[in-house]
């Protein structure tokens, strides 16, 4: 939380913009890659709780990216563009939607079986700082917002926050199990 108000306090770094394709599809690329190998950390000892939440969070992440992309996208439309039929073809047939769409229902499925796996103060407070965290990296990472030191320092935040919860939950685990 003191993470996500120390990023919030401070003014934007820059007018965001549409990114570079290849720029893109390599950031997806690597969040799909840290949202499945989140899924896998059940296998390695990380509580289904936390491993299915910290996925939840990075794919509703991806979400949140889409959305901005949609928004940026139809922002780049000339002045005057008529809503129909431009504005709505060009949003019907933008992949930005169809991610918004998807990565809704897989971070839906995960979160699910996240709650039906585990405490909902842990799912819902992972889900959200990693679902939150993921549309500030992609916007200083492809979208071209400039990082202040205290946006920098609450992400480092938000992510020693989620270490926490997982280091603290998979002790807990082991003293139950213990028990």
């Given at each position: 939380f003191a993470g996500v108000v120390m990023v919030s306090i401070v003014k934007g770094g820059g007018e965001s913009r549409l990114p570079v394709a290849f720029h893109a599809v390599v950031f997806f690329a690597v969040v799909i890659g840290l949202a499945g190998a989140a899924f896998t950390m059940g296998r390695i000892g990380i509580s289904n709780e936390f491993s299915l939440a910290l996925s939840a969070g990075l794919t509703f992440g991806l979400a949140n990216v889409s959305v901005a992309l949609v928004t940026l996208q139809m922002n780049a439309l000339p002045e005057g563009t008529p809503v129909f039929p431009d504005m709505a073809v060009r949003l019907l047939t933008g992949i930005p939607l169809y991610g918004v769409i998807v990565f809704n229902i897989i971070g839906s499925v995960f979160y699910?079986?996240?709650?039906?796996?585990?405490?909902?103060?842990?799912?819902?407070?992972?889900?959200?700082?990693?679902?939150?965290?993921v549309p500030i990296v992609a916007a200083i990472a492809i979208l071209g917002e400039?990082?202040?030191?205290?946006?920098?320092?609450?992400?480092?935040?938000?992510?020693?926050?989620?270490?926490?919860?997982?280091?603290?939950?998979?002790?807990s685990s082991r003293v139950v199990a213990e028990a």
């Amino acid at each position: 939380f003191a993470g996500v108000v120390m990023v919030s306090i401070v003014k934007g770094g820059g007018e965001s913009r549409l990114p570079v394709a290849f720029h893109a599809v390599v950031f997806f690329a690597v969040v799909i890659g840290l949202a499945g190998a989140a899924f896998t950390m059940g296998r390695i000892g990380i509580s289904n709780e936390f491993s299915l939440a910290l996925s939840a969070g990075l794919t509703f992440g991806l979400a949140n990216v889409s959305v901005a992309l949609v928004t940026l996208q139809m922002n780049a439309l000339p002045e005057g563009t008529p809503v129909f039929p431009d504005m709505a073809v060009r949003l019907l047939t933008g992949i930005p939607l169809y991610g918004v769409i998807v990565f809704n229902i897989i971070g839906s499925v995960f979160y699910q079986t996240a709650f039906a796996n585990g405490r909902a103060s842990i799912v819902a407070s992972v889900c959200t700082i990693i679902g939150n965290t993921v549309p500030i990296v992609a916007a200083i990472a492809i979208l071209g917002e400039k990082v202040r030191p205290l946006h920098g320092a609450g992400i480092l935040v938000v992510l020693l926050g989620a270490v926490v919860l997982a280091v603290g939950n998979r002790n807990s685990s082991r003293v139950v199990a213990e028990a």
